[in-house]
């Protein structure tokens, strides 16, 4: 999460460009944000839940493309509803356009952002996920715009703020995976609970869980086959979070959102992502 406010520029461009390269650039983004759209449409028909629905609503009726600019954004499509928020793919050719920008650019825990100073949520290197893992990572990041808008806020948002919602995101995120996969995606998960259950250890000042393990070549059946290693990170990364998320509700009850903050928060701050 980047939490640096910048200017957002609003410049509406028509089809008469004066460059060839801002017309492909444009046409690159629109099917970069219709992709993500459709393929998050999809998995909403495949679960049918009414809060998927209902986001789904939100994210079909708010998104508006836009562009990095030096000085913020660049609307490429009218943003004039009250709950709009910006989708950006950002490109190669974007390299080098701010340092704010850059800064996206060289960011590698994140294949996606919700940035909530600039109302946007940032597609990076969409080309190595597949329409499943784009589904979940605009679910994801659109969850956070979904909560911007019925919550906003100014200026920085605080670690703990941040993390308590990110349990608010990844449980829904963990509610999408498993109507999702099925059957044998509760077999997978009830299999990392009981990896992190054996392995975990507890005291009275804390506790101390196993890592995320390789690639479990199961959720290719139970979700569809990654495309890339960075989309096997991602999902493998998604059943450890809920298997941890799972454990923490059967061991500490009416804690186990404080805790959940914790662990996110710690693992968040391990990746640089705080």
């Known amino acids: 999460m980047f939490k640096k406010v910048v200017v957002i ?3 509406l461009l028509s089809f008469g460009f004066g460059s060839v390269c801002l017309a492909d650039s444009l046409a690159e983004r629109l099917a970069s944000k219709v ?18 629905r209902s986001l789904m609503n939100f994210l079909n009726k708010n998104a508006v493309l836009a562009a990095p600019h030096q000085d913020g954004l660049r609307f490429l499509e009218n943003a004039e509803k009250q709950d709009s928020f910006m989708i950006v793919p950002v490109l190669e050719s974007d390299k080098g356009i701010s340092p704010y920008w850059d800064s996206i650019f060289l960011a590698e825990n994140a294949a996606a952002n919700f940035l909530p100073e600039i109302r946007a949520i940032v597609l990076k290197n969409s080309a190595a996920y597949s329409s499943v893992g784009k589904a979940i ?16 806020y100014e200026g920085r948002q605080s670690d703990q703020d941040y993390c308590y919602e990110e349990v608010k995101v990844h449980t829904f995120q963990n509610k999408v995976m498993t109507l999702l996969g099925g059957k044998l995606y509760q077999k997978i998960l009830a299999d990392e609970v009981s990896r992190i259950s054996k392995n975990a250890k507890i005291t009275q000042d804390g506790f101390k869980l196993a890592g995320r393990t390789e690639y479990d070549e199961r959720l290719a059946l139970a979700l569809g ?22 454990f923490f509700d059967k061991n500490y009850k009416e ?6 903050a914790l662990f ?6 391990e990746s640089g992502i705080l």
């Open 255 to 260: 804690d186990a959102i404080d805790k959940k």
């Open 225 to 246: 086959k990654p495309i890339s290693e960075k989309e096997q990170d991602f999902i493998q990364s998604g059943v450890w979070i809920n298997a941890v998320f799972v």
């Open 137 to 152: 990572m605009l679910l994801h990041e659109g969850y956070h715009a979904y909560l911007f808008s019925q919550n906003p």
């Open 9 to 11: 520029v609003t410049c």
């Open 264 to 269: 996110l928060r710690m693992l968040y701050k």
């Open 35 to 52: 992709d993500f759209l459709q393929s998050a449409n999809e998995v909403g028909k495949k679960i049918k839940d009414d809060e998927v």
